[in-house]
């Protein structure tokens, strides 16, 4: 079905004209889709190129999203090459990634390998320093998105932070950033961390996790007892320009690149009464609500599903935008945040209301100035207000970035 309205009028035009702000069609024009096909992640080349003999205790930080191009799982390859690992920790989602989101995490242990998985997505987001004591180094590989509110980027954070403490050297295995070829979104004010939102840069900061590994230690967010060993194992074959399909979705409501490359500027309706297709089978590929059937003759019937135990409006019709009709090239050619897609969906409100809370939307937005956004339903403002930090920004990273644009 077609949407009736102006919303997605509106989207379609903004992605084919060229200059107007959201997207661009001219700036991308070499930008490639990679696959694990075309790409070397830094797990591979460790377990490659690296001896594990000079390592005794070693703890992996991984998911499921934690495999090489031939799909093995690290944990599995590293066992094979008898790599002394002593425990796994597991992040969001879980070790093999079939938690729901904000699903607490129990440690426990993997079938597969027999090795004990601890939780840092339990009673504690942060790695226990009693675990580090009989720990030489902490091997970290998870699949990120790019986006500061997914957790993946605070967990890298806090297992760096008690690294710090702890003097326990790190060695990130670098993966391609899927949203790495733009930056946008006010940068996070302290006040308003969080665990998603944990560091002072943008809503998309175009860095991968190893290169903001480096800025971690660089910008001494972490305060390190005394000198600090971090080593980045980087991935072959990523180029910034370019986006990169997962070999495994890195979460469970991101089953593909589109919901992939709509989630950073989709994400921010989790703090709104809008569906955005949890229980669907367009998770962050629809906008929808139960009170759009006048506007719109799209629907979904949110239900449970994997991932989704209990998604918002279960079992009510929500009408609204189908957003997976966009191609991915549609998408790649994208400069910035869509703001749009708030601003739209805030018409069809006569009050603020919909916004049902507000505190975790200044999370996500990292700043309480976002009501700016909405006062007048004009986007360019809103940009303009945080247009000066990020260049800021932009110059403070320059000097951790790892791959050619």
């Given at each position: 079905?077609?949407a009736?309205?102006?919303?997605?009028?509106?989207?379609?035009?903004?992605?084919?004209?060229?200059?107007?702000?959201?997207?661009?069609?001219?700036?991308?024009?070499?930008?490639?889709?990679?696959?694990?096909?075309?790409?070397?992640?830094?797990?591979?080349?460790?377990?490659?190129?690296?001896?594990?003999?000079?390592?005794?205790?070693?703890?992996v930080?991984?998911?499921?999203?934690?495999?090489?191009?031939?799909?093995?799982?690290?944990?599995?390859?590293?066992?094979?090459?008898?790599?002394?690992?002593?425990?796994?920790?597991?992040?969001?989602?879980?070790?093999?990634?079939?938690?729901?989101?904000?699903?607490?995490?129990?440690?426990?242990?993997?079938?597969?390998?027999?090795?004990?998985?601890?939780?840092l997505?339990?009673?504690?987001?942060?790695?226990?320093?009693?675990?580090?004591?009989?720990?030489?180094?902490?091997?970290?590989?998870?699949?990120?998105?790019?986006?500061?509110?997914?957790?993946?980027?605070?967990?890298?954070?806090?297992?760096?932070?008690?690294?710090?403490?702890?003097?326990?050297?790190?060695?990130?295995l670098?993966?391609?950033?899927?949203?790495?070829?733009?930056?946008?979104?006010?940068?996070?004010?302290?006040?308003?961390?969080?665990?998603?939102?944990?560091?002072?840069?943008?809503?998309?900061?175009?860095?991968?996790?190893?290169?903001m590994?480096?800025?971690?230690?660089?910008?001494?967010?972490?305060?390190?007892?005394?000198?600090?060993?971090?080593?980045?194992?980087?991935?072959r074959?990523?180029?910034?320009?370019?986006?990169?399909?997962?070999?495994?979705?890195?979460?469970?409501?991101?089953?593909?690149?589109?919901?992939?490359?709509?989630?950073?500027?989709?994400?921010?309706?989790?703090?709104?009464?809008?569906?955005?297709?949890?229980?669907?089978?367009?998770?962050?590929?629809?906008?929808?609500?139960?009170?759009?059937?006048?506007?719109?003759?799209?629907?979904?019937?949110?239900?449970?599903?994997?991932?989704?135990?209990?998604?918002?409006?279960?079992?009510?019709?929500?009408?609204?935008?189908?957003?997976?009709?966009?191609?991915?090239?549609?998408?790649?050619?994208?400069?910035?945040?869509?703001?749009?897609?708030?601003?739209?969906?805030?018409?069809?409100?006569?009050?603020?209301?919909?916004?049902?809370?507000?505190?975790?939307?200044?999370?996500?937005m990292?700043?309480?100035s976002?009501?700016?956004?909405?006062?007048?339903?004009?986007?360019?403002?809103?940009?303009?207000?945080?247009?000066?930090?990020?260049?800021?920004?932009?110059?403070?990273?320059?000097?951790?970035?790892?791959?050619?644009?």
């Amino acid at each position: 079905m077609i949407a009736k309205s102006y919303f997605l009028e509106k989207i379609v035009c903004i992605l084919v004209l060229v200059g107007l702000g959201t997207y661009s069609l001219s700036a991308q024009s070499q930008a490639r889709i990679l696959t694990h096909r075309d790409v070397e992640p830094g797990a591979e080349v460790l377990v490659n190129e690296w001896d594990p003999d000079g390592f005794a205790r070693v703890a992996v930080v991984a998911h499921a999203g934690s495999v090489l191009s031939d799909g093995r799982h690290l944990v599995d390859a590293l066992v094979e090459k008898n790599w002394p690992i002593s425990f796994i920790y597991a992040p969001e989602h879980g070790f093999r990634s079939d938690a729901d989101a904000g699903a607490a995490i129990s440690d426990g242990r993997d079938p597969t390998s027999g090795l004990p998985v601890k939780s840092l997505y339990g009673s504690s987001k942060r790695p226990k320093a009693e675990d580090l004591h009989n720990v030489d180094v902490i091997l970290f590989d998870l699949q990120d998105v790019g986006v500061r509110f997914y957790t993946y980027l605070s967990t890298l954070y806090y297992v760096l932070d008690v690294a710090a403490e702890c003097g326990v050297p790190v060695i990130v295995l670098d993966r391609p950033n899927p949203n790495g070829f733009y930056v946008d979104g006010p940068i996070l004010d302290t006040v308003f961390s969080s665990f998603v939102g944990a560091l002072p840069v943008p809503v998309v900061h175009g860095m991968t996790l190893g290169e903001m590994a480096q800025m971690i230690v660089g910008e001494r967010w972490v305060q390190p007892s005394g000198a600090f060993n971090l080593q980045v194992v980087p991935c072959r074959g990523y180029r910034k320009r370019d986006t990169y399909t997962p070999a495994v979705p890195p979460s469970p409501n991101l089953p593909n690149l589109r919901s992939i490359l709509l989630y950073p500027s989709l994400c921010f309706f989790e703090a709104t009464s809008c569906s955005i297709g949890r229980g669907t089978n367009q998770q962050f590929q629809i906008v929808a609500h139960p009170d759009w059937q006048l506007s719109y003759d799209y629907y979904v019937r949110p239900e449970p599903k994997h991932g989704a135990k209990s998604p918002k409006h279960q079992d009510r019709r929500c009408y609204g935008v189908d957003l997976s009709q966009l191609s991915e090239e549609d998408l790649l050619q994208r400069q910035s945040l869509d703001w749009s897609l708030l601003t739209e969906a805030a018409a069809h409100f006569t009050n603020d209301r919909w916004i049902d809370r507000p505190e975790f939307m200044n999370l996500l937005m990292g700043t309480d100035s976002w009501h700016q956004l909405f006062s007048s339903f004009s986007t360019r403002d809103w940009r303009d207000s945080y247009e000066e930090d990020l260049k800021v920004f932009l110059n403070k990273r320059e000097k951790y970035l790892i791959y050619d644009e």
